[in-house]
Each structure stands twice: as C-alpha cells, then as structure tokens.
T-cell receptor
C-alpha cells in the first residue's frame, strides 16, 4: 500500500505571497491532518479534515486554511506569508474508523517551506 | 507548562545497549499514545501505538503506558546505529479529537558502534 505523499517537497516563497501544499493520504484513509514543525515549537497541529469537512482546528491564525476533496486528497493554503511561517509542513492520514482503534496517524515526508 | 514533556537529550549510547525514552503528560483525558521515529529531514515514522493503558511489544521495541502516573515509555533493546534518530511521543484525547496529536519535543538518540 502506498504511503502518504506530499507535493511539492521544497518551496521557497517571498513574504506576502501565498502558497498551496498538497497531500494524498493512504488509500482508504478518510482523515487528513496537517502539522507544522519548527525547531522552536516542535510539531504543532494545524487542522484535520474528514469527509471534506474540517473536524478539528489548532491555534493558528486564519491565514492558514485547508480543504479536502471527495477522494480524500487535501490541500493546505497559507496566505500573506511571514518569515515565521518557514517550517516543515507535515500531512498525516488515518483510517479514523471508530472508538478505540483506527486513529493511528501515518505521516508523509513533508513540504519544507522557506519564506524569504 | 506544556501538556507533554519530553527530555530533548541528546542521548548517546553504545551499540547493543537498552534505551529508555520517556514522556510525562498532564492531561488525564489522553487515551491514545504513540511513538514516532524521525530521521533528519524526513517525516515521522509510526513505531508503536497504544490505546488506553498497558504494554505493547513489537520486535526490539516495547511501549508502556502508566496512566496513574501520567507517564509513558519506549524501550529499545539491542540498539543499533540505524536507531539513531529523534524519537517523538504523541498523544490524543477523545474530547480534543483523536486525530489531534499533542507531541513531545522529541529526544535525539545517537547509537555509536
């Protein structure tokens, strides 16, 4: 079974621009979560999408948004980029199949975003 | 105070040693506990997961959860140089959404030949 894929792998943007990152989950997984990883803050939860609906959200400003398509693929968008948005953005998928099971999350390789 | 505390290390051990990695947490609602391994410039790789309390073993890895002490551990037996990586604990609660993982800071492990 293929793992989680993310595109692009590397991205360089300028302050004020916007960026869209893409994630394809493991086949059959309906939940996609996004995380930001920085040396100072570690891994922080951005949001989760399940069946095309945002089910959960972390403490990030509204510049960070996302969506999920009917095939479970997800995109994340960051508008008006700031220098502090430079990070590794990770996508994770899970089956999310029910209480007590199916919530193990599998991560993709990440997109490394550099804002200059 | 962070919800999940993890000593960042670095931890340096000789090949063949038993490694003990630990995390403490403050939220008693956490029910799902995971351990990830992350190599430099790669995404985290799921090693072990446990729902609720107890022990779980998979090859050289053993995960333990002590909910009464709010303490989880990962043991690595017969450590190898290829185990050199950052180990992250993560946990979630039903109330926050099982898929909203709260991570520890990660412990850097170096296994030297």
């Amino acid at each position: 079974k293929a793992g989680v894929t993310q595109t692009p792998r590397y991205l360089i943007k300028t302050r004020g621009q916007q960026v869209t990152l893409s994630c394809s989950p493991i086949s059959g997984h309906r939940s996609v979560s996004w995380y930001q990883q920085t040396p100072g803050q570690g891994l922080q939860f951005l949001f989760e999408y399940f069946s095309e609906t945002q089910r959960n959200k972390g403490n990030f400003p509204g510049r960070f948004s996302g969506r999920q398509f009917s095939n479970s693929r997800s995109e994340m968008n960051v508008s008006t980029l700031e220098l502090g948005d430079s990070a590794l953005y990770l996508c994770a998928s899970s089956a999310s199949s029910g209480t007590g099971g199916g919530y193990e999350q599998y991560f993709g390789p990440g997109t490394r975003l550099t804002v200059t | 105070q962070k919800e999940v505390e993890q000593d960042p290390g670095p931890l340096s051990v000789p090949e063949g040693a038993i490694v003990s990695l630990n995390c403490t947490y403050s939220n008693s609602a956490f029910q799902y506990f995971m351990w990830y391994r992350q190599y430099s410039r790669k995404g985290p790789e799921l090693l072990m997961y446990t729902y609720s309390s107890g022990n779980k073993e998979d090859g050289r890895f053993t995960a333990q959860v002590d909910k009464s002490s709010k303490y989880i551990s990962l043991f690595i037996r017969d450590s190898q140089p290829s185990d050199s990586a950052t180990y992250l604990c993560a946990m979630s609660a039903r109330s926050g959404g099982y898929n909203k993982l709260i991570f520890g800071a990660g412990t850097r492990l170096a296994v030297h030949p």
